[in-house]
Nanobody, 115 residues
Framework: QVQLVESGGGLVQPGGSLRLSCRAS????????MAWYRQAPGKERELVAS???????YYADSVKGRFTISRDNAKNTVYLQINSLRSEDTTDYYC?????????WGQGTQVTVSS
């Protein structure tokens, strides 16, 4: 069973930074793509950033210039560096990995931006 474990969330002030981590139970090159999503209660899950096995990166317009996705293959880990945090960034963030058409999800990590 593929397992994804997110960490790094927490409470930060507006304008602050966080680095979220997603550690996979196996070599991340096994996956076609890894991605970060966020979802507030009652709302659709939003794709924030993704990176595929070839290194192609996507960012949602709302986070361009503030969020950076990266990976460390040796550690089986994908990161999301979040800078210039805003109140509207407050929600749960989820890591996903895909193998062909199959999706795997972590349990999420909460980001709260408050003064």
């Amino acid at each position: 069973q593929v397992q994804l474990v997110e960490s790094g969330g927490g409470l930060v002030q507006p304008g602050g930074s966080l680095r979220l981590s997603c550690r996979a139970s196996e070599n991340i090159f096994n996956f076609n793509k890894m991605a970060w999503y966020r979802q507030a209660p009652g709302k659709e899950r939003e794709l924030v950033a993704s990176i595929n096995v070839g290194g192609t990166i996507y960012y949602a317009d709302s986070v361009k210039g503030r969020f950076t996705i990266s990976r460390d293959n040796a550690k089986n880990t994908v990161y999301l560096q979040i800078n210039s945090l805003r109140s509207e960034d407050t929600t749960d963030y989820y890591c996903s990995a895909t193998i062909l058409s199959r999706y795997y999800w972590g349990q999420g990590t909460q980001v709260t931006v408050s003064s």
